[in-house]
């Protein structure tokens, strides 16, 4: 499979690929004048602004007390049940997996609510069948319990997109989804809490300090679990990695350029040229516990040549000035893990900068159609159809409620039982 892949459009020949892949969309690139540079760099992806200031300024305190209201409820359920860790840690790791779920249902109506956009997705045959489309316009994906998520970065968003791909899935893994991040994410206020909690990785870039904290993590993730029938299994986990290390700008486009330049390899035109350690100390650490490397070719529509997202989409306009995008758009791939060369970084770092300069052609394809290559024909059905389109929305109305379900029975409970000693002492006294 790597070898067919190696040879799929080069950057060079990308825009001259078969018909059967270069599926023009006019209706993506509709409003965005391909012939006309300074209107292409002017005019906003997403069109004019939809809310003028008051709206926004309405919009803008509405997002915040539901963001920062569900994120305290999270992290005072979590604290709620912190003590479990030292009673039963089955029961903990268990309990602290259903606030990750909230936190995926509070990021998933939040989007659906104020950015909504189109996800519009893609894969070649490693993954055909594996994602279907459901009967209430919804997306499902059928990948295993154990994986390792790879992707490019663009901007932000990016891991929120993919966290709603964790809770699309058939079961649901958004509670077993695990981050690696930037060390310094941990500070934020409450949400940095709430992470720790999740049990995310958290990396400082010098090796020397996140190799222990990195193997400590990945030893929890692997390690062996007992049922009560004495029988041996595995906790599901998907870790997402994001190789190139941040997200795509003109400084980090500089950046690649020099290291390409000092190791002596091709760059890359859309993407950033990954940095195999950490990728590399993952899998090696997983490798007999994880069968599976799902890679994700993530593009923005309407983004200009030469540009970038952060250009162009920001958290104010995404969620605030009505300006999301007009579709996020996914290339799903996926690699057996015993086929990946993992004997040597330096092989492994070999093999996961083809894989990228593999991306770099199909966000090529992107820029130059408006569309990634369609699924393999010989996979098409009613519910698997060449691009599957959907929306990201919670599965129910009142879904967001389960955010502050702990809290709300807490408080129950507290009211309850605060009225039955009042009595008490009423009658006491």
Known sequence: MASTLRQRLPPHQASSSSPADNVPAPEVLAGASLSDPAQETSA????????????????GLTFVVYFFSGCLAIVATQLVGAPLYWIDRDLYYAYMALTKQSF???????????????????GDASVANQISKTRDGLVEFAFPERIVMIANHQIYTDWLYLWWVSYANSPSMHGFIYIILKESLKYIPVVGTGMLFYGFIFMSRKMAVDQPRMAHRLGKLKAMQTAPDGKKYLNPMWLLLFPEGT???????????????????????????????????????????????????VAYEGIPRGKFGED??????TYFSGQPPKSVNFYWRRFRVADIPLDTQEAFDVWLRERWYEKDALMEQYVATGRFPPSPANSVTDSHPRFLETEVRPRHRFEFIQVYLVLGVLGLLVNIISKIWARVTNIVS
């Not at 906003?44 to 919009?59: A, D, F, Y």
């Not at 995926?104 to 893609?122: A, D, E, F, K, V």
């Not at 162009?312 to 306009?317: D, E, I, N, V």
């Open 44 to 59: 906003h992806p997403s069109g004019k602004e939809k809310h003028g200031r008051l709206m926004q300024i309405v919009r």
């Open 104 to 122: 995926g249902i509070l990021i998933t109506t939040m989007t659906y609510w104020w950015g909504p956009t189109t996800i519009r997705i893609s």
């Open 247 to 297: 997200n795509t700008s003109q400084n980090g486009r500089d950046k690649s350029t020099q290291w390409a330049n000092k190791i002596g390899v091709k760059d890359t035109q859309h993407l950033l040229l990954p940095r195999s350690t950490g990728s590399y100390f993952c899998l090696t650490e997983l490798k007999g516990t994880v069968d599976y490397v799902y890679d994700c070719t």
């Open 312 to 317: 162009c989409f920001t958290l104010a306009g």
